[in-house]
């Protein structure tokens, strides 16, 4: 079969919109206001609700709320994850800031959480490339069974080191509601422990996780 165009399905996309009734409108917005239209525009997108006018809904602020890593910091910890000390977290200030949290309840697990675009992102390096033995036998396993842990997938990265480390990460929205955020956290932590386990024989130091 002759491989298709990514054009070919831009435009089955386009066609799938004009489909569902959808219109497509140009807009010109400052760049710092691109995460609050795209949230509006999936907004818009409901069917069975009436115009925003006659709602009264402010998309803006009211109906939508987009998380910022420093408001993600402040909601946080009010959580009783964080409230009641199962788990900890910290602020790292920056260009781009991030939440550094601490999982006491898995072995002082480290993550990072940050907002990203449209997404918020939470990681964990699990190893560099030099704590595994098999690399090419490694990648291939990694490949064909990381979809078995929920909400989470693995990546290869450089680190700040110069050196590679496999990372498991989720994403979710930065629009998402604070109990998917939780719950995204968690499960990280979950697969990262289940995964160390599941690939230990890979690994010169087993059931170690680097934070």
């Known amino acids: 079969m002759k491989a298709k165009s990514s054009a070919y399905y831009q435009r089955e996309y386009r066609q799938r919109l004009r489909g569902m009734g959808l219109v497509k409108k140009e807009v ?12 509006a525009e999936k907004l818009l997108r409901q069917k069975n609700r009436k115009p925003i006018m006659e709602t009264g809904d402010d998309v803006m602020t009211t109906r939508l709320k987009i998380w910022s890593t420093e408001a993600l910091n402040e909601a946080l910890e009010k959580e009783d994850l964080f409230a009641s000390g199962a788990a900890s977290l910290e602020l790292i200030g920056g260009v781009e800031p991030a939440l550094h949290l601490v999982m006491h309840e898995y072995g002082d697990l480290p993550l990072f959480l940050t907002v990203a675009g449209e997404q918020i992102i939470i990681e964990a390096v699990l190893w560099s490339t030099e704590d595994v033995s098999g690399l090419s036998s490694f990648n ?3 490949l064909r069974t990381h979809k078995y842990f929920p909400l989470s997938t693995i990546s290869l990265d450089t680190l700040s080191d110069g050196k590679d480390y496999y990372q498991m990460f989720g994403a979710l929205s930065a629009t998402s509601i604070m109990p998917n955020v939780i719950f995204e956290i968690e499960t990280l932590a979950s697969n990262v422990i289940n995964a160390t386990e599941a690939y230990s024989n890979y690994l010169a130091t087993p059931l170690e996780v680097k934070g």
């Open 28 to 39: 010109w917005i400052l760049p710092e206001n691109a995460k609050q239209l795209a949230a």
């Open 140 to 142: 291939d396993t990694i």
